[in-house]
C-alpha cells in the first residue's frame, strides 16, 4: 500500500552542524511532498515544499532533495540551532482520484548546545 | 502564530459527556479539516471540508461529527467517546489550488477520555 517512512525516529546533532532528515516512500506517482516541523504543544508548522519535476529546492537554512529513482526525499538543515528541535514529518500527496496527503511516521531532531 | 485558533486546548471527558471542539481561521482559506494525532502513528486525516462541503470522511466513527457552518469555522461534536479516541485533534486550513497543500496547523486540542 501506500505509505511514507523514516530511516531513522530520532536524530541528534550537535548546535551548528547540518542536519540530514530522510523519508523514503512507496508510491512511484506521488507527485507533490512537503515537510513539516512540529515543536512541543503546538501543530505542525509547513517547512518547504517539492515537486516531481524538481530534484532539489531551498530555503532558509533548508534544502529539500528528492530522488525519484529510489523514491527518496531528505531535508537538509544547515547550522543546525536550538530552536530547530521539533519532530519533522514529510508527507506525500498522491497521483490520480487520490489527492491527499499521506504522513510519515516523523523523525525527532535533537540538537544539542 | 498560525492564524488558526483551536479551543479548548485541552479536554478532559467521560465516556457519556458530550463535547464540542471549535477551529477558527483567520486566512480566508477555502478547505478546513480535522486530524487526530496520537503516539507512535502517522497522523490521520479525518475529515475534509472544500467550500464548507464535506469532501472527505476517513471512516470515522460516527461518535465523531464534524459541522462547517461557514469557511472560516470547524466544528467537531464529540459524544459516548472512548478511551482509545484520546489524542491531540488537530484543526488545519489551506486554500486549495492546484496540486500545493500547504496546510497551516492550529495547536490542537488535547483530549483525553476517561
Excluded at chain 1, 530520532?10 to 532528515?21: A, H, M, P, R, Y
Excluded at chain 1, 537554512?61 to 514529518?89: C, E, M, W
Aim: aromatic share 8%; glycine share 8%.
Amino acid at each position: 500500500g501506500e505509505s511514507v517512512g523514516l530511516h531513522l525516529p530520532t536524530l541528534s546533532v550537535q548546535e551548528g552542524d547540518n542536519s540530514i532528515i530522510n523519508c523514503a516512500y512507496s508510491n512511484s506517482a506521488s507527485d507533490y511532498f512537503i515537510w513539516y516541523k512540529q515543536e512541543s504543544g503546538k501543530g505542525p508548522q509547513f517547512i518547504i515544499d517539492i515537486r516531481s519535476n524538481m530534484d532539489k529546492r531551498q530555503g532558509q537554512r533548508v534544502t529539500v532533495l528528492l530522488n525519484k529513482t529510489v523514491k527518496h526525499l531528505s531535508l537538509q538543515i544547515a547550522a543546525t540551532q536550538p530552536g530547530d528541535s521539533a519532530v519533522y514529518f514529510c508527507a506525500e500527496k498522491g497521483a490520480g482520484n487520490n489527492r491527499k496527503l499521506i504522513w510519515g511516521l516523523g523523525t525527532s531532531l535533537a540538537v544539542n548546545p | 502564530e498560525t492564524g488558526v485558533t483551536q479551543t479548548p486546548r485541552h479536554l478532559v471527558m467521560g465516556m457519556t459527556n458530550k463535547k464540542s471542539l471549535k477551529c477558527e481561521q483567520h486566512l480566508g482559506h477555502n478547505a478546513m479539516y480535522w486530524y487526530k494525532q496520537s503516539a507512535k502513528k502517522p497522523l490521520e486525516l479525518m475529515f475534509v471540508y472544500n467550500f464548507k462541503e464535506q469532501t472527505e470522511n476517513n471512516s470515522v466513527p460516527s461518535r465523531f461529527s464534524p459541522e462547517c457552518p461557514n469557511s472560516s469555522h470547524l466544528f467537531l461534536h464529540l459524544h459516548t467517546l472512548q478511551p482509545e479516541d484520546s489524542a491531540l485533534y488537530l484543526c488545519a486550513s489551506s486554500q486549495l489550488a492546484g496540486d500545493a497543500d500547504e496546510q497551516y496547523f492550529g495547536p490542537g486540542t488535547r483530549l483525553t477520555v476517561t
